[in-house]
């Protein structure tokens, strides 16, 4: 393979930073790798990657230096020593506050820092359907954005180094919220003989309609305003108390819907009753 791009190199070799680097590699950038085992490397050695001994070295083979380790801590340990103009991107997962501080050390040895967070499966790293989002002085961002592009799309979310991280939290909040939804659904339906198989087509419908909703609700976000356009909170709330007294009765767990019941009668309680569904954020503002 001809690699004639920019030069790469990728600290953490687990099943993303693998991915990684074989996306780097594919895309014909020469690309240097470094793991603690270093054995997790030779598939990629095979490929055309050289296999650094050190982080330091590893650092030292390429302007742009890709993190994918456990944590923070972790990326702050193999980037000691100093960075010479080299850009840092930190794909390890790690709050904002730990983004910020890495930014801070990061430029302290000389380096600049891009914070970012992989939407994806390590499978689908390297097509456009792997969503990689970038937080972190845009220069910085748009030097290296046809470099980066051989990992999937790009965003870039803004220069406060902590913005990605930021969304990250926030996503995961979403998703978990989804899955727990559909598993908390599938144990109801359970109780009848329905399998999760056979309740799929109706939850994915849910799912649709529901993102449907979402531009909507974003904007009542933004101005503040919750007119009641599909329903009162009220409304909400006697469905709510519906599906908690049938969970108790089937014997299922009760506990999101109850959480849910619970958000919804303090927002009722702080005058919102006759306000729609969005109104629920100054809920999830509160600390």
Not at 40 to 54: F, I, T, Y
Not at 179 to 202: E, H, K, M
Request: hydrophobic share 45%; charged share 15%.
């Amino acid at each position: 393979m001809m690699h004639t791009g920019t030069p790469v190199t990728v600290l953490g070799l687990g099943l993303m930073g693998r991915a990684l680097a074989g996306a780097f590699l594919s895309a014909g950038h020469p690309t240097t790798v470094w793991n603690r085992t270093m054995a997790k490397a030779d598939a990629l050695v095979a490929r055309g990657a050289l296999l650094a001994e050190s982080p330091a070295a590893a650092i030292a083979a390429s302007p742009l230096v890709v993190v994918c380790v456990s944590d923070y801590d972790a990326a702050a340990d193999v980037l000691q020593g100093p960075l010479d103009g080299r850009v840092v991107v930190n794909l390890t997962s790690g709050t904002p506050s730990r983004a910020r501080t890495l930014a801070e050390e990061v430029a302290r040895s000389g380096g600049g820092y891009l914070d970012g967070g992989i939407l994806a499966v390590p499978e689908a790293v390297g097509t456009s359907g792997a969503v990689l989002a970038y937080s972190g002085p845009r220069p910085l961002y748009d030097a290296h954005e046809s470099t980066l592009g051989s990992l999937g799309t790009g965003l870039h979310l803004g220069d406060e180094p902590g913005l990605s991280a930021t969304h990250e939290m926030a996503t995961l909040v979403l998703m978990w919220g989804m899955l727990d939804g559909f598993l908390n659904g599938a144990a109801i339906l359970g109780t009848a003989g329905v399998s999760a198989t056979a309740y799929l087509p109706i939850a994915q419908t849910a799912i649709d309609t529901v993102a449907g909703w979402l531009p909507g609700y974003a904007r009542q976000v933004d101005s503040g305003s919750y007119p009641a356009d599909d329903g009162t909170i009220d409304t909400h709330l006697a469905a709510m108390a519906h599906v908690v007294e049938e969970s108790e009765s089937l014997g299922v767990n009760a506990e999101l819907p109850r959480l849910l019941r619970a958000l919804a009668e303090r927002a009722a309680t702080a005058g919102h009753g006759a306000s729609g569904f969005v109104a629920l954020v100054e809920q999830f503002r509160e600390p």
